[in-house]
């Protein structure tokens, strides 16, 4: 079996402009929730990037997607024998929410450590301004009269 992913920019749905040159399967992939099944690759996708090297081989499509999020499309070359076996279809689909998974989580700790590294910043900023002002001034604002 051989595997490729073909990562695209993030996108909320397969209505964006695609690179020229996709397969229609592969934009059928990128509509469906589940894995797209070619039988004969060479029949069905002439213009797929796999298709010349394995003509006798059937493929599995799938979009790499998780919560709301496309990353891209996994692509596999499979032999004819277990194209249309449904534990082989089963196991790629997991396979492909896996990596979905892995990469939305990859993701939320890009965004945590941006995050954490304003939230520093921040706290930076805070400590220079209100740790160089005079002590007096921080008194005198606790004794003031609160207006209510």
Do not use: W
Request: charged fraction near 25%; proline fraction near 5%.
């Amino acid at each position: 079996m051989v595997i490729s992913i073909l990562p695209l920019k993030r996108f909320q749905n397969a209505g964006v402009e695609l690179p020229e040159g996709l397969d229609l399967r592969f934009e059928e992939a990128l509509t469906e929730n589940e894995i797209v099944v070619i039988s004969e690759t060479a029949l069905e996708c002439p213009d797929c990037p796999i298709s010349p090297l394995y003509n006798t081989n059937g493929s599995f499509c799938l979009k790499l997607e998780h919560n709301g999020t496309v990353y891209g499309v996994l692509t596999a070359s499979v032999p004819r024998r277990f194209v249309l076996d449904r534990e082989e279809q089963v196991l790629f689909q997991q396979l492909g929410n896996d990596i979905a998974f892995g990469l939305y989580n990859i993701e939320q700790e890009e965004m945590r450590h941006e995050t954490l590294m304003a939230l520093s910043y921040s706290e930076a900023r805070y400590r220079t301004l209100f740790g160089e002002l005079p002590s007096e001034a921080l008194h005198a604002k606790e004794n003031c009269p609160s207006s209510v």
